[in-house]
């Protein structure tokens, strides 16, 4: 007897009048709202312009939505165009299969049309989407759960999935392996924040990030799932594409780092650098109005004092203004030397009459 279990929907659609509402269709729904939200954000924050994202993903959610339901139809297409099976079932998206790796694939030749339009680069859309799409293959994963379908091995673990009795499907309880890879997404969308703060990532490595993360969980997940599949060397096919994917995508993440490091400056040719750069641009400015303001400070305080010296040196002095002079000029001379103060006067009286007889000159001028 099991005393515990996640039970299964009984139906996974609920009809609205004529309109029938599908549980899969929503999963798949609510995940992209989910990644553009979250895209949105890490966009902005990046110094984009709010609503890139979303003007990108209707180029990108089509496209990826198309070629996941080709890898799943080529992979699969004994369940579509084998014996007694009717080939109009391969456009039936709403009954579940769509594969994750066609979806990347077909959607980045999307998004490279929408950002090609925006003039924008890619890696950096990428990089900005990366833990939103993560988030939004843990939304879609529950569209199994409503469809009772890509379950695992029999078990009678507590968390065991009950099975009920259905179109190629045995009753019982079984590994829910659509749980395990829904827990797994939000760890990799976890991870890739994380690291991108950290390390900040540019030049599409966030997306290799989470693509090299989410291999590592499809490839075990996998492994445990007991529903129909092609075979290489007694594997499926979906852990070697695991396998084969994880090493690109860690092989970019190398070579990227060596090539292009740091991160982009500028995501949209139209907006300020990110990362610091604007207050770095204001400090700089900050400063050169600092140098500016001491620039003048001084200018304006030489001038003066070489006011001050001409006026003391070339000018007849008035009344009261030799003691002045005498404080603002160096004590040399009869300040310095006692028998030295007739000379300095006869020096300052001889000055002061070449200065008198210039300045008529200067004032026909």
């Given at each position: 007897?099991?005393?515990?279990?996640?039970?299964?929907?009984?139906?996974?659609v609920?009809?609205?009048?004529?309109?029938?509402?599908?549980?899969?269709?929503?999963?798949?729904?609510?995940?992209?709202?989910?990644?553009?939200?979250?895209?949105?954000?890490?966009?902005i924050?990046?110094?984009?312009?709010?609503?890139?994202?979303?003007?990108?993903?209707?180029?990108?959610?089509?496209?990826?939505l198309?070629?996941?339901?080709?890898?799943?139809?080529?992979?699969?297409?004994q369940?579509?165009?084998?014996e007694?099976?009717?080939?109009?079932?391969?456009?039936?998206?709403?009954?579940?299969?769509?594969?994750?790796?066609?979806?990347i694939?077909?959607?980045?030749?999307?998004?490279?049309?929408?950002c090609?339009?925006?003039?924008?680069?890619?890696?950096?859309?990428?990089?900005?989407?990366?833990?939103?799409i993560?988030?939004a293959?843990?939304?879609?994963?529950?569209?199994?759960?409503?469809?009772?379908?890509?379950?695992?091995?029999?078990?009678?673990?507590?968390?065991?999935?009950?099975?009920?009795?259905?179109?190629?499907?045995?009753?019982?309880?079984?590994?829910?392996?659509?749980?395990?890879?829904?827990?797994?997404?939000?760890?990799?969308?976890?991870?890739?924040?994380?690291?991108?703060?950290?390390?900040?990532?540019?030049?599409?490595?966030?997306?290799?990030?989470?693509?090299?993360a989410?291999?590592?969980?499809?490839?075990?997940?996998?492994?445990?799932?007991?529903?129909?599949a092609?075979?290489?060397?007694?594997?499926?096919?979906?852990?070697?594409?695991?396998?084969?994917v994880?090493?690109?995508?860690?092989?970019?993440?190398?070579?990227?780092?060596?090539?292009?490091?740091?991160?982009?400056?500028?995501?949209?040719?139209?907006?300020?650098?990110?990362?610091?750069?604007?207050?770095?641009?204001?400090?700089?400015?900050?400063?050169?109005?600092?140098?500016?303001?001491?620039?003048?400070?001084?200018?304006?305080?030489?001038?003066?004092?070489?006011?001050?010296?001409?006026?003391?040196?070339?000018?007849?002095?008035?009344?009261?203004?030799?003691?002045?002079?005498?404080?603002?000029?160096?004590?040399?001379?009869?300040?310095?030397?006692?028998?030295?103060?007739?000379?300095?006067?006869?020096?300052?009286?001889?000055?002061?009459?070449?200065?008198?007889?210039?300045?008529?000159?200067?004032?026909?001028?």
């Open positions: 007897m099991d005393l515990a279990y996640i039970p299964s929907p009984s139906t996974g609920i009809h609205l009048g004529p309109i029938p509402l599908r549980g899969y269709a929503f999963c798949i729904i609510i995940g992209v709202f989910v990644a553009v939200w979250l895209g949105n954000r890490r966009w924050a990046r110094g984009g312009k709010p609503g890139t994202v979303a003007d990108i993903a209707v180029w990108a959610v089509p496209f990826g198309v070629g996941g339901r080709l890898y799943h139809v080529i992979t699969d297409y369940l579509y165009f084998g007694g099976r009717n080939w109009v079932d391969a456009f039936k998206i709403w009954e579940g299969g769509l594969g994750i790796w066609g979806a694939a077909l959607g980045a030749v999307g998004a490279w049309i929408g090609r339009l925006r003039g924008i680069p890619l890696p950096a859309w990428a990089d900005a989407l990366a833990p939103g993560a988030l293959q843990a939304c879609g994963r529950w569209g199994n759960w409503f469809n009772q379908e890509l379950y695992g091995r029999a078990t009678d673990l507590p968390w065991a999935l009950k099975i009920s009795e259905g179109p190629n499907r045995v009753a019982g309880t079984y590994h829910p392996t659509f749980l395990y890879e829904s827990l797994w997404c939000v760890g990799v969308a976890l991870l890739v924040i994380w690291a991108d703060r950290r390390f900040k990532l540019g030049h599409g490595r966030a997306f290799a990030l989470y693509v090299a989410y291999c590592v969980g499809r490839g075990w997940i996998e492994y445990m799932r007991v529903d129909e092609h075979h290489i060397l007694g594997v499926r096919l979906n852990v070697w594409t695991s396998i084969v994880f090493l690109l995508a860690v092989t970019y993440l190398v070579l990227s780092a060596k090539l292009r490091p740091g991160r982009e400056a500028i995501v949209e040719p139209d907006r300020e650098p990110s990362g610091g750069s604007e207050p770095a641009a204001e400090a700089g400015s900050e400063s050169a109005t600092a140098k500016a303001g001491a620039a003048s400070a001084v200018k304006a305080g030489s001038e003066p004092a070489t006011a001050t010296a001409k006026a003391g040196a070339g000018a007849v002095p008035k009344a009261g203004s030799e003691p002045a002079a005498k404080a603002d000029a160096p004590k040399t001379g009869a300040d310095a030397d006692p028998k030295a103060g007739a000379t300095a006067e006869d020096k300052t009286t001889g000055g002061d009459e070449s200065a008198g007889a210039k300045a008529p000159e200067a004032k026909k001028l």
